[in-house]
């Protein structure tokens, strides 16, 4: 699938009289992925929840397929994007394998549906937790948690893909692997939009890079266009060093930390 | 339950897990193989589970219709059975003072003693379903006490507006109250905290208790012998056309919430997260708070405040069955029923000539299970919420 996924139009969101988001303008498209990136309480999330649908946009316009996601009804949008949140609780003990199944719960009674259990045993082996599908969930790490609840959003096999900071509880393995998860999608023709900390691995791994800051699109495009030492250290309030991956050739972040650390 | 370390923890130096199994590649998982790890899927289990309980059903069934001033075998008490859906039989009483007695005194009261366990388990387990909460239950958070006010409104100003049902139709009406008043207190950001729950129950309970003693002193002496009653809680006295009342109201309220299980399966992902799934929360939430005060409602108006049924029952069979809702619910539906009728079997055996509360005695046992419920929680969760 090509073409636009998402179109946002001058989108601003307020809670009360604090401007969340102001004036976004952003097109998101199949087969690519997109990485949200900007300081903490930038928007970010907020952006990612107008497009969810979790959030009505106070001004501005948002379609999907080039219809108005207000008109979406919750099943349609169930089956055509799946969403990561940052916090994965579970109620009750349900099983790893239980929780990724519930992410089949919008193909109930589709012709579909017969694909289920290849779909589940296929996203569990893909985030590296087959060998998790008996366990409660309530028991599993801080890690294994996000990549079970990853495995569910995969399980839901939709054609649009929203992680908000999938990689925040995993290690440095992990984190490469879900990135390397996402571009599979979207080379499959999925939109993936992606929220993240890391500058440098949204720059291994994203088509485009969107960076959020005050609730405004400060920049986007690709990530060696966006991600320079200037933009990053005014965004951020740091100052940073951007180099080139010697392997890969995309930007590379690091922190200037100065002088050496004290020992101690 | 015992959980294996975390993979991604620190590798363990305990024996009990070899480096080897720890090493192991990750398992070819087949589609079969997954089955077996679901909860809502080991039919063998469940079938047992469903078995089990429904036997021992039955035999509450016939050993409480038999039991009381004037004993009654088994083999009368399943005969009279079989004749009454058109199988004739020997073991059938010939006596009429018999077949009165199970017929007019104690098959009625044995079944709505079935049917109230029923719908008060079913509507304990849609509450923590919808709490997403362990510890939700209509008597604990108050929806009981408040279909009781609701109850004795009606009896004390004598509104009868609704013909017989008048009083179900307060008991309905006070229990949505409160199921509303706990609903929007408890919940915040989309979760229930425990102790935000326990807290709203404890407000609710007073204020509902406060109205009841008020009702009394504003009564005359027969209906606070009735609110008394209700308070108590007994299968004294039933009837078949209240039997009945309960039957029909409680059949398609548990049919429907039954119809639910999978969408409540999903409230434990979280509000948001059901949402993304494609349930209108919000909605879901709503019908099945009315649901449970329906239940609720329509069991405490015929024989008042039953506590803690709402609470065990469910999580018993949570323990055996693991969380799926579906099976659950069934099973908390069988178990129910079973649990109030032995309950009832003691209220009227335990003491010699003398017919006890059943709610004294669901409360003596649910009461220290409830305690220890809540230590547990407390334990596992590393804290209060």
Redo the contacts between chains.
Sequence with gaps: MTGTAFALRGVGYRIGTAAILDDVTLDIAYGRVLALVGPNGAGKSSLLGVL?G?ARPSTGAVTLDGRPLGQWS??E???T???L?Q?????????????V???R??W?GTDLADAD??L??DA??RA?V???????Y????G??KARVSLARVLA?DTRIVMLDEPTAAL?LRHQEDVLRIARDLAAEGRAVVVVLHDLSLAAAYADAVAIIAGGRLVALGEPADVLTEERIADVYGTPVRVLADPDTGRPVVLPRRGSPLPRG | MTAPAPASGPVPTAPSISPRARNAPTPNLTPDHLAASRAGTSPRRRTLVYGITAALLVVGVIVSAGAGQLPIGPAEVVGSLLRAVGIPNAWAPTEPLIEQTLWQIRFPRVVMSLLVGALLAVAGAVMQAVFANPLAEPGVVGVSSGAAVGAALAITLGLTMFGGWTTAAFAFVGGLAATLVVYATARANGRTEAVTLILTGIAVNAFTGAALALLMFAGDTASREQIVFWQLGSMNGSRWPEVATVAVVGAIAAGITIGLARQFDLLALGDRTAAHLGVRVERLRVFAIVLVALLTGVAVAFVGIIAFVGLVVPHVMRMLLGPANRALLIASLLGGGAVLVYADLLARTVIPSADLPIGILTSLVGGPFFYWLLRRNRRKAGGWG
Aim: charged residues 25%.
């Design positions: 969810t979790d919750a099943r949008l169930a089956r994007r799946a969403v949140l916090a994965n609780h579970v109620a009750f003990s349900f099983t790893a394998a239980d929780v199944e519930m992410g719960a919008p109930i259990e290849q589940i045993a569990m082996a590296d087959a060998h998790l599908g008996r366990r409660a309530p028991s599993l790490s890690g294994e839901q290690d």
